[in-house]
């Protein structure tokens, strides 16, 4: 029984160091369906450094590094003034996937890291996926919770509407 | 006068020779201003490859080339089915500025060179031009010129209402 809990706690500290960051304990996820295909929306919510043109929240995003290489930052000024900074963290353009992680922010938040995914329904129509884990930072987990999904709707709503068959 | 003449019909044939396609005789151009600055308005619709984020008419482009370089191809797909072929003639980043021409089109004109750019204004907007100068094809210039016109107008409409402020 002691070897069986020695190995348990050996694998537990190899996962730990397999992660670079810390999961966060809460995770939101959301997903619509776009009316086009999914190359044609690829462009739009593709570029890491096009979040101010889907994102109604988002005037200004403002690159450093390469838009499609790990450890590009961009940083966004959102309508009241506030800025985001992120770092992109996975980024692959054949899968139609990218993620990222919050390295500042004003959003009562920590540990934030997020993946957006889009995946063919058919020809004409694409499933687009935003999710994340998180912990709270002062609020509790449902006000966090709400906070994020709340950004989450709103940008693919946004996303929606730009694609809608007139 | 015989050697002004000559002169001038000599200047007149370099200039002619530097076009590389013929210039239409109709000109046209639209343009508006938008709530944000040319840098976001120019990830919008600067992208050769990508009239199918920002016209409502046209539901997908594909490419053959590079979309920042000239000669790339794009053959978009409109909402009724249609196809346009068009092909990059210039391309300015630093400027927000790409200029195309058109090499199958189901619309009633031939010759036609347009120019999309984005440049600031005073205020830190940005001023979106289009325009072209293209001929009529079996129609009247009026009704080309419209063609052309409602084309421009749905597209700087989409752009527009994209960057408005949410209420």
């Excluded at chain 2, 980043?93 to 347009?114: C, D, E, M, Q, R």
Aim: proline residues 3%; aromatic residues 8%; charged residues 20%.
């Amino acid at each position: 029984m002691k070897t069986l809990a020695l190995k348990v706690t050996v694998a537990s500290l190899l996962l730990a160091t397999g992660s670079c960051f810390a999961a966060g304990a809460l995770s939101v996820s959301r997903e619509v369906t776009v009316d086009n295909s999914q190359a044609t929306v690829w462009k739009l919510v593709g570029n890491f450094n096009a979040l101010d043109v889907w994102h109604p929240a988002v005037i200004k995003s403002e690159l450093k590094g390469s838009a499609t290489k790990v450890g590009a930052r961009r940083l966004l000024t959102l309508g009241d003034g506030a800025t985001i900074l992120e770092s992109l963290l996975t980024y692959n353009a054949a899968k139609t996937t990218y993620s990222y992680s919050i390295v500042k922010s004003p959003l009562p938040i920590a540990n934030y890291k997020a993946t957006i995914t889009l995946t063919p329904v058919d020809e004409t129509h694409t499933l687009m996926q935003w999710s994340s884990t998180f912990d709270a930072n002062g609020v509790s987990d449902e006000q966090a919770s709400t906070i994020i999904g709340g950004i989450y709707d709103a940008g693919m709503a946004k996303v929606v509407a730009n694609f809608k068959k007139q | 006068m015989n050697s002004s003449i000559l002169k001038i019909a000599a200047a007149s044939l370099i200039v002619a020779a530097s076009h590389c396609h013929a210039e239409g005789a109709i000109s046209f151009s639209r343009d508006i201003t938008i709530d944000r600055s040319p840098a976001t308005v120019w990830k919008y619709v600067g992208d050769f490859n990508a009239v199918d984020l920002w016209h409502p008419a046209v539901r997908n482009s594909t490419l053959k080339g590079n979309s920042t370089k000239p000669g790339a191809i794009r053959t978009l797909k409109l909402a009724d089915g249609s196809e346009l072929v068009e092909k990059l003639l210039a391309y300015n980043a630093a400027k927000g500025s790409y200029t195309y021409t058109t090499l199958k089109s189901p619309f009633p004109i031939k010759n036609y060179v347009s120019t999309i750019s984005v440049s600031p204004t005073a205020d830190g907007k940005t001023l979106m031009t289009w325009s072209a100068t293209f001929d009529a094809v079996g129609v009247d210039e009026d009704i080309a010129t419209e063609w052309v016109g409602v084309a421009f107008d749905g597209g700087l409409g989409k752009v527009s209402a994209n960057f408005e402020k949410p209420q």
